[in-house]
């Protein structure tokens, strides 16, 4: 179909700018429609639609304003009479459609519209896909194909990814800190940090207790380092990784302070502009913290984490803190470039040979497509 908006050349007339009309044109009809007179749509003058567009690589959403148009069809005086042999070699479904076309309601013309928009031939399409797909293995070759669709699976998940820096000389190169937190935002995080910096060991058993934070942080803070430079750095760390994993439990965002006012407000910001798409719901745009930004949250995590924790991290205690599957944990992991090995001899892990290390080391591993790979069907 082939759309044509018209406006009104009075553009500085209160009303009258406003005005639009949209044609639309088809092989057998002409549609039209517009936002004026006794054939508008009362409904957008009523509330405001939009509509959203999603950009792949970034993750974000932009929203545009919209209209409803009732597309209405455009017959011609001068019609000829349909030859009635014709009429009659017809099916019983293509007579009703004659009918609803001249007599029909509106909402029976939208549904008989929608539905030859949607029509599309089996026989033909079929014909053209196995076509289409006959070419593609002649030029490329099962293999390289199968190769293809394993590549593609870890791009989506590098999307999301913090930058990352392949030919660093140290692993503390390969995911810069700068990229996870800024100068200023690092700076911001003192004031909150404060408590972690000055914490007891009773103030932690009682936090473990309450549960008041995720497992990994209550984990490192038994470790806080006697240097007072640097406590105060892996506090500020530890006290945004807290908040990010909290920020993970979000669904739908109705706040504009979601982690309370205790966050710095440029923290808050870029928890909302990072971690969150959005969303038309309810007649409102609201922020959304949906799968892909999730995994988003869990590739940063790990990044912060390996800085933490001198590049070598319990995956698993992430993966339980951000309520993740083990699979999609191991995914984002390895995508991130990380060794992950058993934890088995390790004196920390004696009582549990389940856990999973992920290390960053030096060169980086080749990236590989994920184990779900092993349950896509072979191609002949």
Request: aromatic letters at 8%; charged letters at 25%; a positive charge.
């Amino acid at each position: 179909m082939r759309f044509t908006v018209y406006r009104n050349r009075d553009a500085a007339h209160p009303r009258k700018k406003h005005r639009r009309i949209l044609v639309s044109e088809t092989e057998r009809l002409s549609y039209v429609g517009n936002n004026f007179g006794s054939g508008a749509m009362k409904c957008n003058s009523l509330c405001r639609y939009f509509v959203g567009v999603l950009d792949k690589d970034s993750g974000q959403m932009e929203v545009y304003n919209a209209e409803i148009f009732n597309m209405q069809p455009l017959l011609s005086d001068n019609l000829v009479p349909d030859d009635t042999k014709d009429y009659q070699n017809k099916s019983y479904r293509e007579k009703m459609d004659l009918c609803i076309e001249a007599f029909g309601t509106s909402k029976q013309k939208r549904a008989l519209n929608s539905r030859r928009m949607n029509a599309v031939g089996s026989d033909i399409f079929n014909a053209a896909v196995t076509k289409a797909a006959a070419n593609i293995i002649d030029a490329k070759g099962v293999t390289a194909l199968i190769q293809d669709v394993a590549q593609d699976d870890v791009q989506n998940i590098s999307t999301f990814l913090p930058p990352c820096n392949e030919d660093a000389d140290k692993p503390e190169n390969v995911y810069k800190f700068e990229d996870i937190l800024s100068p200023a935002e690092y700076e911001a995080l003192r004031i909150p940090a404060a408590a972690f910096v000055n914490i007891t060991p009773e103030e932690i058993t009682k936090k473990m207790q309450d549960r008041s934070h995720c497992c990994f942080v209550l984990e490192e803070l038994k470790f806080l380092p006697a240097n007072e430079k640097s406590r105060d750095h892996k506090a500020r760390c530890l006290w945004f990784l807290d908040t990010l994993v909290k920020f993970s439990y979000q669904k739908v965002i109705k706040t504009k302070y979601p982690m309370g006012h205790e966050c710095p407000q440029i923290i808050s910001k870029k928890l909302m502009r990072n971690f969150t798409s959005l969303t038309y719901n309810n007649s409102s745009v609201q922020n959304l913290v949906s799968a892909s930004m999730k995994a988003k949250i869990t590739a940063y995590v790990i990044a912060l984490a390996l800085h933490i924790n001198n590049f070598q991290i319990d995956l698993t205690v992430l993966q339980n803190d951000l309520k993740l599957k083990e699979s999609r944990m191991m995914d984002i992991a390895r995508a991130m470039r990380l060794k992950v090995s058993k934890a088995k001899g390790l004196p920390e892990f004696e009582n549990d040979q389940n856990h999973k290390l992920g290390t960053l080391s030096l060169p980086l591993p080749m990236q590989k497509a994920s184990g779900n790979q092993k349950k896509r069907k072979k191609m002949n």
